[in-house]
């Protein structure tokens, strides 16, 4: 595998479950990378000079040299193309498509469902939370059903779906949506928990104000 020329800058911030999952994957990778807090309260994300690099005031974003890219899929994508040899993005095709169907689900349903549904009750925002919960009572069993054959959700071992998918549905409970009901998912996050170079993304408490992440 190869290793960057230095370390991957990684603007993010340590709540977003956006960030979350692009810090995972480099520490799966075993990347070295520098760690750098956008303070989304205080609107550092607004800056001009964070705006240079993400017109739309979002994190994460990573800078890789002379690359700049936002938008944590796409960065999970360029990761995987441009260091990993070990098949978290598989080159068939229908291995490749199913792997894509999950990163457009975590880009829908998992977003509109438990992470709004977290940023509603961990960070004061408004939200319809009925609605939450429909999209995720919908996406969950599809989930749990889809895991009841196989342990990930894509291939026969752990891909970008999985990275994708893990950090907004793993703090899900933090939306008042429980994962009680659903065994095969709980077992399917602790098979990622022990994969090593897993870091996890930290518990929130409840009552903070947060701005906007992608």
């Known amino acids: 595998m190869p290793i960057p020329d230095q370390p991957i800058r990684l603007h993010q911030h340590p709540l977003s479950g956006h960030s979350h999952r692009v810090t995972l994957f480099l520490n799966l990778l075993g990347l070295p990378y520098e760690a750098i807090e956008v303070d989304l309260l205080r609107g550092d994300q607004k800056t001009p000079a964070f705006l240079a690099l993400n017109p739309f005031a979002q994190v994460p974003v990573i800078e890789d040299g002379t690359t700049v890219l936002p938008d944590s899929n796409a960065i999970l994508v360029y990761l995987a193309k441009r260091y990993d040899a070990e098949g978290w993005l598989p080159d068939a095709p229908e291995a490749a498509a199913r792997v894509q169907r999950w990163l457009s689900v975590a880009a829908g349903q998992l977003v509109s469902g438990p992470a709004i549904a977290r940023v509603s009750n961990v960070f004061g925002r408004q939200a319809d939370l009925d609605q939450c919960a429909v999209v995720a009572n919908r996406l969950f069993p599809l989930m749990e059903n889809e895991l009841a054959d196989r342990q990930w959700l894509a291939d026969t071992r752990p891909t970008l779906a999985d990275v994708a998918m893990y950090s907004y549905t793993a703090h899900a409970p933090e939306g008042g949506i429980s994962l009680e009901p659903y065994p095969q998912i709980r077992a399917w996050l602790e ?21 906007e992440s992608r």
């Open 191 to 211: 098979r990622i928990e022990s994969l090593p170079g897993f870091i996890p993304m930290p518990r929130t408490p409840v009552g903070l104000q947060a701005a």
